[in-house]
C-alpha cells in the first residue's frame, strides 16, 4: 500500500485545493489502512490521530485479535 502515497496526496491536492492536509486521521490500524502513511508523513510533516485503543496495534505492541468467524 506504500505506493498509493502519491495517489492519496494528488487526490487530497484535488479534494482540498491544498498541498498538506492540517492532519491525518485513522480509522483504524490495519495494514490497509496505514500503509500509506510513513510516506505521506514524509510528504506533509502532520500529525496524526488515533483513538487511544488503536496505539497498542500502531506501535507494534500487539496483534490485531484474529477475526470471529462464528456468523458463518
Known sequence: ????SD????VVKKR???AKP????LTHA???H?????????????????HQKELPFLTGKEDYPEPDR???
Open 1 to 4: 500500500m506504500a505506493y498509493l
Open 7 to 10: 495517489t492519496i496526496s494528488e
Open 16 to 18: 482540498i485545493r491544498s
Open 22 to 25: 492540517k492532519a491525518i486521521v
Open 30 to 32: 490495519h495494514f490497509d
Open 34 to 50: 496505514i500503509g500509506s502513511l510513513e510516506g505521506l508523513l514524509r510528504m506533509w510533516d502532520v500529525p496524526v490521530y488515533a
Open 70 to 72: 462464528s456468523y458463518n
